[in-house]
């Protein structure tokens, strides 16, 4: 992993919403993102692209947030890759369902767009900081 987040996978299907956060984070975080508005396209996206973090909405036509990151985790390199939330689901239980999932994190929509990527960068130091662990070590 790099010392520095670089590579955002980002799952939206609001083009509007889109717009501004691909913008924020480009602009004001000096982040290279790659968008796609459905699921399939981001899983399509994702061996080539290599990010280093997925941002993925939760609610989608088709294949949802939570369906996209189960179909990640199966790729290659897939599994290790952290996920961030974003949904306007701002439910404590519903959050902690995602959080269940393996998210690193939640946002809620709204979002500050002038502070996405620089909370993108945040998560992702607190991440790496974050000892590994072996397999053996869960029974």
Known sequence: MSQELRRVLYLEDDPSI???????MQEFSNLEVLHCDRGQLAVEAFSEFDPEILLFDVMLPGMDGVQTLDAVRKLPG??????????AKAQTHEQQQYMD??????????????MLGDQLKTLWQTRQKIPATTDNTNA
Do not use: H, N, R, W
Not at 18 to 24: G, K, L, R, T
Not at 101 to 113: E, N, Q
């Open 18 to 24: 889109a717009e501004i956060a691909v913008m924020a």
């Open 78 to 87: 897939g599994a290790d890759v952290p996920v961030i939330f974003m949904t």
């Open 101 to 114: 999932l393996g998210a690193l994190s939640v946002i809620v929509k709204p979002f500050d767009a002038f």
